[in-house]
T-cell receptor, first 113, second 110 residues
């Protein structure tokens, strides 16, 4: 079955710097790759997603890139702010998954003022 | 806005007790999920349901059961709670791919 590896497990950056989180997946049939942000005391919330027919997607300060050949995708956060501090999860899904997502183990991002 | 609610934010139970965790969604979603979240292990799927009265085992179903009698409600049952079931439990619902999560229930089994 599908397996998603996520790195790093923790990441600390200075406010204003960029942060990059990387994920790899094993099943070439996967075609949907969302990123979730979990703030303290809350459930994860979708922040951006990408489908396999697209190589890059941006939404203000966040962007996701996908390399299907290498089976990896990355989350890029520019001009980080303290409110970006949270745990980030990548995930993968495929046609016919009935909404199932396979999650990475998460990255705890700390943005220092 | 989609809303997924969970019956309790914090719960303390004793070993051997039967525990019910309730989840309700208000967006008529077909699919509902139960996860447990532990430090360093990410989100692990316990059970999911893609329709009323339907259930499928996830990666770690042992020690748990579920019930889905109505479309909006998905219950997780710990038949006989054990200390190794102390964890954060997250419920989610989805239509197609995007999952919407509840705030979680932190369960402590003493």
């Amino acid at each position: 079955g599908e397996n998603v590896e996520q790195h790093p497990s923790t990441l600390s950056v200075q406010e204003g710097d960029s942060a990059v989180i990387k994920c790899t997946y094993s099943d070439s049939a996967s075609n949907y790759f969302p990123w979730y942000k979990q703030e303290l005391g809350k459930g994860p919330q979708l922040i951006i997603d990408i489908r396999s027919n697209v190589g890059e997607k941006k939404d203000q300060r966040i962007a996701v890139t996908l390399n299907k050949t290498a089976k990896h995708f990355s989350l890029h956060i520019t001009e980080t702010q303290p409110e970006d501090s949270a745990v980030y999860f990548c995930a993968a899904s495929w046609e016919g998954s009935q909404g199932n997502l396979i999650f990475g183990k998460g990255t705890k991002l700390s943005v220092k003022p | 806005d989609v809303k997924v609610t969970q019956s309790s934010r914090y719960l303390v139970k004793r070993t051997g007790e039967k525990v019910f965790l309730e989840c309700v969604q208000d967006m008529d979603h077909e699919n509902m999920f139960w996860y447990r979240q532990d430090p360093g292990l990410g989100l692990r799927l316990i059970y999911f349901s893609y329709d009323v009265k339907m259930k499928e085992k996830g990666d770690i179903p042992e020690g748990y059961s579920v019930s889905r009698e109505k479309k909006e409600r998905f219950s997780l049952i710990l038949e006989s709670a054990s200390t190794n079931q102390t964890s954060m439990y997250l419920c989610a619902s989805s239509w197609v791919n995007e999952q919407f999560f509840g705030p979680g229930t932190r369960l402590t089994v003493l």
